[in-house]
């Protein structure tokens, strides 16, 4: 698809966009290798990855920290994510560079053994653990004992924690994948029936996870466990993409805006899932490219983009009626989402307006948010500046938003 021609482009004008994308692959690659090699580098938290650094001076959190941002406390989330992160990169780069993915390795594998047993001690993970890894809610004033254990809810943690434990499973103990697979599988029956509690501030319960909003961002989620599977040689694993990128379609378009809504018939909308849900279902369907369902995907992106796309980045929420941000905040995720999400659009349909907005996202994410002399990125913004600002953990990025979405990009290019 990159030297397919394109009707009113000179060869002068597509010669120029191939060599943007090649060195786009360039650049990528060396964000990346610097931030994992920032993340390994750093020392380890009793066996978890250790970000807890302030995005704006660069210095590490302590136990005189504000809030929940201090060493004693882990999250579950991010520990998932680093985790398939890590084992992603130490297959990128085993022919690449092989003794830095022999050093991913060696932190993949030890966050595997930390966070199965955690899995295995209660069987679920949780979004927040005290010093002695016990699981906690967040309260005004600290945080109080998680007392449910209610086994048959789940959360986001157990889908970020399980998708990682699958990824790290398929590369160190493939036999023993099976309990891991099954893990993910409950994750995605527990959406399907309405036990996926969204909040972990409160109690789990399905009284709980019933009252809240009928959000996409669940599906969203467990959609990146599709291409994982994919490359993990699961692919018989990954029906359920199909079910939640239908269900997706039919419930949560709206064709007033041309947007993804995060909660049917509502008016708030966060473009920054809308993309990502693109961009996960782009990789999914890679296999199938006449798939019916790329064309309206492809739409969705590109208003996404088209509208989003304004000020230093895109803001978290945004009104699909009047396209007017809700929120001050500009995340950096979103940023890389979008290179993510365009470059296999792209890739995928040959339209020639995602080039533009791919450059318009790549733009913004290196000139606003990345910090090459720190190897990570400002986690938020407004139009004012970089702000001290937590979207979901005090934690930076373990290579996951940022690393997994440009290396999704670079695959792209060079497949």
């Known amino acids: 698809m990159w030297g397919k021609d394109f009707d009113g482009q000179t060869e002068r004008g597509l010669q120029d966009m191939r060599t943007w994308i090649e060195d786009a692959a360039v650049r990528y690659e060396a964000c990346n290798r610097s931030a994992i090699r920032w993340l390994i580098d750093r020392p380890s938290q009793s066996g978890f990855l250790n970000t807890k650094v302030n995005s704006l001076t660069g210095v590490d959190y302590d136990a005189s920290s504000s809030g929940l941002r201090g060493p004693k406390f882990t999250y579950g989330w991010i520990q998932g994510r680093g985790l398939e992160a890590l084992v992603t990169f130490s297959d990128f780069y085993q022919e690449l560079n092989p003794a830095l993915s022999e050093r991913i390795s060696q932190r993949a594998e030890q966050l595997f053994h930390s966070l199965s047993e955690l899995y295995m001690r209660d069987g679920h993970t949780y979004f927040l653990y005290d010093e002695g890894l016990n699981p906690v809610i967040p309260v005004d004033d600290g945080v109080k004992p998680q007392t449910t254990t209610a086994l048959s809810i789940f959360t986001y943690s157990d889908a970020f924690v399980a998708k990682g434990l699958v990824a790290a499973a398929c590369r160190f103990d493939r036999e023993n994948v099976t309990p891991f697979l099954d893990y993910l599988h409950n ?85 920054g899932h809308g993309i990502e849900f693109c961009g996960f279902a782009f990789e999914h369907l890679a296999r199938r ?70 450059k318009k996202a790549d733009e913004a994410f290196f000139d606003n948010y990345w910090q090459p002399n720190r190897s990570f990125a400002y986690q938020a913004r407004t139009m004012g500046g970089p702000v001290d600002y937590v979207p979901a953990t005090p934690d930076l990025d373990p290579g996951y938003h940022t690393g997994l979405s440009l290396l999704a990009a670079i695959r792209a290019i060079q497949d």
Not at 307 to 314: A, S
Request: with cysteine; hydrophobic share 40%.
């Open 187 to 271: 994750v995605i029956a527990a959406i399907e029936d309405k036990r996926f509690q969204m909040e972990e501030k409160h109690a789990l319960s399905v009284e709980n996870a019933r009252a809240e909003p009928d959000d996409f961002g669940p599906r969203m989620i467990l959609l990146g466990a599709a291409g994982l599977l994919h490359r993990c040689n699961h692919s018989d694993e990954a029906g359920f993409a199909n079910r939640f990128i239908d269900d997706v379609l039919a419930r949560y378009y709206d064709s007033s805006s041309g947007l993804l809504l995060n909660v049917p018939k509502q008016e708030a909308c966060n473009l």
């Open 289 to 358: 490219p006449d798939d019916p369902r790329i064309k309206p995907l492809q739409a969705i992106l590109r208003r996404s983009l088209e509208i989003g796309l304004h000020g230093p980045g895109i803001a978290l929420s945004i009104s699909s009626k009047t396209g007017q941000a809700n929120s001050p905040y500009y995340p950096w995720w979103q940023m890389p989402e979008a290179i993510r999400a365009t470059a296999l659009g792209y890739k995928l349909t040959g339209d020639i307006s995602l080039i533009n907005l791919w």
